[in-house]
């Protein structure tokens, strides 16, 4: 289903259309660590560039480094190689967002997880009505 998922689909990545599109009307700025591309071309509404972004994968925006981020918004002009800084020790890898995915994260009163929550402590009393 390779082929047709990349026809009628947009949501597993871009589709054919959108990939010829871009390539044909766009020019190629850069490719971040996770592969995905991006793209300058055309002109917005402001008269400025458009610029967006072919994901390496399923459409999700949490995907876009920080540093990507901020050329798609227009903090700076350049690609952002330039601007970046060497990683310091104490940075974490990129983690995808897994809302919504089986590896989500579920407490353990989740329906999920069987809906049983943990008993109460005693250190909690509820709020009632002109109790004080």
């Given at each position: 289903m390779?082929?047709?998922?990349?026809?009628?689909?947009w949501?597993n990545?871009a589709t054919?259309?959108t990939?010829?599109w871009?390539?044909?009307n766009?020019?190629?700025?850069?490719?971040?660590?996770q592969?995905?591309?991006?793209?300058?071309g055309g002109k917005?509404?402001?008269?400025?560039?458009?610029?967006?972004?072919m994901y390496?994968g399923?459409?999700?925006?949490?995907?876009v480094?920080?540093?990507?981020?901020g050329w798609l918004?227009?903090?700076?002009?350049e690609?952002?190689?330039?601007?970046?800084?060497?990683?310091?020790?104490?940075?974490?890898e990129f983690t995808?967002?897994?809302?919504g995915t089986?590896?989500?994260?579920?407490?353990?009163g989740?329906?999920?997880?069987?809906?049983?929550?943990?008993?109460?402590?005693?250190?909690?009393e509820?709020?009632?009505?002109?109790?004080?």
């Open positions: 390779g082929i047709l998922a990349n026809i009628f689909t949501w990545g054919i259309g990939a010829l871009s390539k044909r766009g020019s190629r700025v850069g490719e971040d660590h592969g995905n591309v991006y793209f300058e917005g509404i402001d008269g400025q560039p458009r610029r967006w972004v390496n399923s459409n999700d925006a949490s995907r480094p920080a540093e990507w981020h918004h227009r903090t700076f002009e690609a952002p190689e330039s601007y970046l800084p060497p990683p310091r020790i104490w940075e974490k995808p967002n897994l809302t089986p590896r989500a994260y579920r407490p353990s989740a329906i999920e997880k069987g809906g049983v929550r943990q008993s109460a402590t005693g250190d909690y509820a709020w009632t009505p002109g109790a004080g």
